[in-house]
Structure formats: C-alpha cells, structure tokens
C-alpha cells in the first residue's frame, strides 16, 4: 500500500485547510486510517483517526472541534479539514494505514503503513 498526502500550505491563523490522502490498492476498504502531525524538533503526534466504513471516529483533545476526518472509499481517499487554524498547528502532517476494521489506534506503532507527509504552515 502507498500512501501520497497533500493540501498543505501556509495559512493564516484562524483559516483552513482540507489535507487528502490517497491510497493505491484495492484493499483500502478494510483499513482503519489516521492522521498524525510532527512539529520541528518533536514527536510524531496522532490527530485523528476513522474506521474502515468511515463510522467511527476519534480525535485528540488538542484538535476535537476544529479538524474533522472522513474518508470516501470509492476514491481511496481520507481526508482531515482543519478549521480555525493556530500557530501551534504548525507541523507535518502525515496519514497511515492500519490493517484492521476497528477504529486505529493513537500510537504510531499500531499502523502498517504511512505517508511522505504534507506541511501545514500556520502564520500568526
């Protein structure tokens, strides 16, 4: 499976964006996705994730209410529009694949495969 990311850019604060990843591969359907941020010099943190059919849904504390994840199974497709962006949104964003039909875990570790990632610049 491979994962391409983007929608990224520089926005700002206050502003949107709608981040896309695309998967190759007809199984895309039986994978839970998610969305992970990494900012300069820290670790890779989760964002958000969906289950298979796009039913279940879990976010971080730090986004609930401003970034929403859906995903359109026929186009392979997740998405993650972030809404009233601040500075401190400011990362690369990348999204991954677990191999499972439950919702994906918050750990790095639960998922099998990732993208290159996408920038997200949030200007104050």
């Known amino acids: 499976v491979q994962l391409q990311a983007s929608g990224g850019g520089l926005v700002q604060a206050g502003g949107s964006l709608r981040l896309s990843c695309v998967a190759s591969g007809r199984a895309f359907g039986s994978y839970g996705m998610g969305w992970f941020r990494q900012a300069p010099g820290k670790e890779r943190d989760f964002v958000a994730s969906i289950n298979w059919i796009g039913g279940s849904t879990y976010y971080a504390d730090s986004v609930k209410g401003r970034f929403t994840i859906s995903r359109d199974n026929a186009k392979n497709t997740v998405y993650l529009q972030i809404s009233s962006l601040k500075p401190e949104d400011t990362a690369v964003y990348y999204c991954?694949?677990?191999?499972?039909?439950?919702?994906?875990?918050?750990?790095?570790?639960?998922?099998?495969?990732w993208g290159q990632g996408t920038l997200v610049t949030v200007s104050s």
């Open positions: 991954a694949a677990e191999i499972t039909r439950l919702l994906p875990g918050t750990s790095p570790l639960s998922y099998d495969y």
